[in-house]
């Protein structure tokens, strides 16, 4: 009886951690900090490497990994990369997918993430998710021209599906009102300081004639600084421009190629680019976050570092959910 009551007891024991093991392997971790430590160790000096390296060689790819975070990561779920962003194979869809609509206009230099995935399946293969990628490049390439270095989180796992109506649903267009735009940020969570920081990144890269010729044509927005309006109009002569042709301004022709404060000054004396850059700098509930950015670019470094970690954890797919790519540019199902 003493043996059998033994043997149960250890049967029941056994049984219990069975079970705890199980809870624990499919117990979801969410995002942290260095979540490739084990499972692929140079994961993130890999992607560091990568991003050096195309900058190196191109150097407006810092511009595309930082748009690319906003693009993505303002929508649900981490949509990332099914027929989207990366050379999109469009005879696979079914309906618009993100990367075809206005809103990602001008979005490129999409094959460079299929490159940093390449390296990172060589070391660690099906380990590394597409979206960790565009997060940890976005880090990367934000250093690269001259912002702030933010510890980010990762467990991103990528999402299935991509669809114009949920980009529509929530990322803010730069024509819509600073009402709106406020409103959008709100909703996952970053306030008005944070808004007016995120769009400090509009301080390098450059802007298609496509997204600004109406404050030009018929006639140009009384609001915009003359002495601006002159290099506007040498950089955009048509009206309807086209969409295909190089025909841009920089956002910021003092330091184009540096992620600084001098968007804030920019804007503040009226040659901002787009509608919401002169909203940005003339609605009173951002103007004072804008004057004080303008001042203190620690103070802007700060509000913009604490805003893109936000960003990067809103509602990603985690744990089992999801996949991860084994090519960036095609859900598994489709490789």
């Known amino acids: ?36 430590k084990d499972s692929c160790p140079q994961a993130e000096d890999i992607i560091k490497e990568q991003v050096k390296l195309l900058y190196k060689r191109h150097k407006n790819t810092a511009f595309s990994w930082l748009r690319n975070i906003f693009h993505d990561c303002f929508v649900e779920v981490y949509i990332i990369y099914i027929h ?16 075809e609509t206005d809103r990602s206009f001008g979005m490129r230099n999409f094959r460079y993430i299929e490159t940093i ?9 099906g380990v590394v998710s597409c979206s960790d990628i565009l997060v940890l490049s976005a880090r990367d390439g934000i250093v690269s021209v001259g912002g ?33 735009v406020l409103d959008r940020f709100a909703n996952i969570g970053i306030n008005t300081a944070g808004v007016v920081a995120l769009l400090g990144a509009h301080s390098v890269g450059r802007t298609h004639c496509m997204k600004l010729v109406h404050r030009l044509y018929p006639e140009v927005d009384p609001a915009l600084n ?13 009206a309807i421009p086209d969409p295909k042709a190089v025909q841009y301004v920089r956002n910021d022709r003092g330091t184009p190629m540096k992620l600084d404060n001098n968007y ?5 004396d009226n040659k901002g680019l787009l509608i919401v850059d002169h909203q940005l700098a003339t609605d009173k509930r951002t103007k004072p976050f804008v004057k004080k950015m303008a001042k203190n670019q620690d103070y802007f470094f700060k ?22 790519r084994k090519q960036c540019n095609l859900s598994n199902k489709l490789h």
Not at 264 to 268: G, Q
Not at 303 to 324: C, Q, V, Y
């Open 1 to 36: 009886m003493f043996s059998i009551t033994k043997a149960l007891f250890f049967f029941f024991t056994i049984l219990c951690f069975a079970s705890l093991s199980a809870l624990a392997e499919n117990e979801d971790p969410g995002l942290v900090m260095n979540y490739y």
């Open 148 to 180: 702030p270095y933010i510890p980010l989180k990762t467990g991103r796992r990528d999402g299935r599906k991509s669809r114009a109506d949920i980009l529509e649903q929530h990322l803010p267009d730069h024509n819509e009102s600073i009402s709106v």
């Open 264 to 268: 804030y000054r920019n804007i503040l």
């Open 303 to 324: 509000e913009f570092s604490r805003a893109i970690t936000i960003l990067s954890e809103n509602n990603p797919l985690t744990g089992s959910k999801g996949e991860i």
């Open 117 to 125: 995935k390449e390296a990172l399946e060589r070391e660690c293969p």
């Open 226 to 238: 003359p002495d601006h309006v002159e290099h506007m109009l040498h950089k955009c002569p048509d």
């Open 84 to 99: 989207t962003y990366i050379y999109i194979y469009i005879y696979h869809l079914r309906m618009l997918s993100e990367k």
